[in-house]
């Protein structure tokens, strides 16, 4: 049983910034790439940005140079940074882990409950 807890949304005006945290617990062997996804109401779910365990990232073209994510392999924590951010980035953020169990040892994705995150015009 792997946990994704996810915390840092809100509402913030145009402009402005939030920075997003997602932690997994549990019997953790290891942790693969990680992500965030956000969907909007009426819209797919749309990757954000990911990260591998080594560091390389990957962004949607519609936030590079706004957005960075980060993770902390020690406490098993991956961040979104978001800045300027627009009325466009309203969506329900999630984060995604993929992870590897002390019982299941292949990767498997787990994901967190949705954080809100609200930008005003």
């Known amino acids: 049983q792997v946990q994704l807890v996810e915390s840092g949304g809100g509402l913030v005006q145009t402009g402005g910034s939030l920075r997003l945290s997602c932690t997994a617990s549990?019997?953790?062997?290891?942790?693969?790439?990680m992500g965030w996804y956000r969907q909007a109401p009426e819209k797919q779910r749309e990757l954000v940005a990911t990260?591998?365990?080594?560091?390389?990232?990957h962004y949607a073209d519609s936030v590079k140079g706004r957005f960075t994510i980060s993770r902390d392999n020690a406490k098993n924590t991956v961040y979104l940074q978001m800045n300027s951010l627009k009325p466009e980035d309203t969506a329900v953020y999630y984060c995604n882990a993929n992870v590897a169990t002390y019982r299941v040892t292949v990767y498997y994705p787990y994901w967190g409950q949705g954080t809100q995150v609200t930008v005003s015009s």
């Open positions: 990260i591998t365990s080594g560091g390389s990232t």
């Open positions: 549990g019997s953790i062997r290891s942790i693969g790439t």
